[in-house]
């Protein structure tokens, strides 16, 4: 099963943007990209999602280029509640079961 | 409206003894999903379920069953564990599907220990 990778971890000062990016070379061809946040000791949360282009909610934007072999997470101005684990979560060619998330990125907001 | 609510929130076994883990959702979802989480191993789809009576085999089935009797209910059954299935087991509900235009809702998480 091919990984959908992320960097480990990512140190920012507080009110820096920060651009997480997930590599995933298989991804199904109608399936969307979606990314959460989690806390210790809590589930993940939903922040993002797109298909191709550019996504912006409140909160994030979602950058997929063309091919949609990867996807980029931005976070704008980040405060240290953003301290958290991101995961982008994919759906991988080869079948339904092939539900895949990312090996998660811990960010590090800095005073 | 409480979401997903799963339970224990924790759990010891010793080695062959079983356990059901519980997830309840009230938002009326026909997706959901039973997920362990290992450290520096992300999240990990076990099984999932599609609709009421419907279960299938995600990527890491082996050592688990479930069952989907109720439309709001998602049983997650031990039979004989294993110190490998300690791990913290979630639970997510959907309307729609993973990958289409939808959102997984999380359940807080049961923390196992197998001795």
């Known amino acids: 099963l091919a990984k959908t990778t992320q960097p480990i971890s990512m140190d920012s000062y507080e009110g820096q943007e920060v651009n997480i990016t997930c590599s995933h070379n298989?991804?199904?061809?109608?399936?969307?990209i979606t990314w959460y946040q989690q806390f210790p000791s809590q589930g993940p949360r939903f922040i993002i999602q797109?298909?191709?282009t550019k996504v912006t909610n409140e909160v994030a934007s979602l950058f997929i280029p063309a091919d949609r072999k990867s996807s980029t997470l931005s976070l704008p101005r980040v405060s240290l509640s953003d301290t958290a684990v991101y995961y982008c979560?994919?759906?991988?060619?080869?079948?339904?079961?092939?539900?895949?998330f990312g090996t998660g990125t811990k960010l590090q907001v800095i005073p | 409206n409480a979401g997903v609510t799963q339970t224990p929130k924790f759990r010891v076994l010793k080695t062959g003894q079983s356990m059901t883990l519980l997830c309840a959702q009230d938002?009326?979802?026909?997706?959901m999903y039973w997920y362990r989480q290992d450290p520096g191993m992300g999240l990990r789809l076990i099984h999932y379920?599609?609709?009421?009576?419907?279960?299938a085999k995600g990527e890491v089935p082996d050592g688990y069953n479930v069952s989907r009797l109720k439309k709001q209910n998602f049983l997650l059954g031990l039979e004989s564990a294993a110190p490998s299935q300690t791990s913290v087991y979630f639970c997510?509900?959907?309307?729609?599907?993973?990958?289409?235009?939808?959102?997984?809702?999380f359940g807080p998480g049961t923390r196992l220990t197998v001795l």
């Open positions: 997510a509900s959907s309307s729609v599907g993973t990958g289409r235009r939808d959102t997984q809702y």
């Open positions: 298989n991804i199904a061809t109608n399936d969307y």
């Open positions: 938002m009326n979802h026909e997706y």
């Open positions: 379920s599609v609709g009421e009576g419907t279960t």
């Open positions: 797109g298909y191709k």
């Open positions: 979560l994919v759906v991988i060619s080869g079948g339904y079961q092939k539900v895949t």
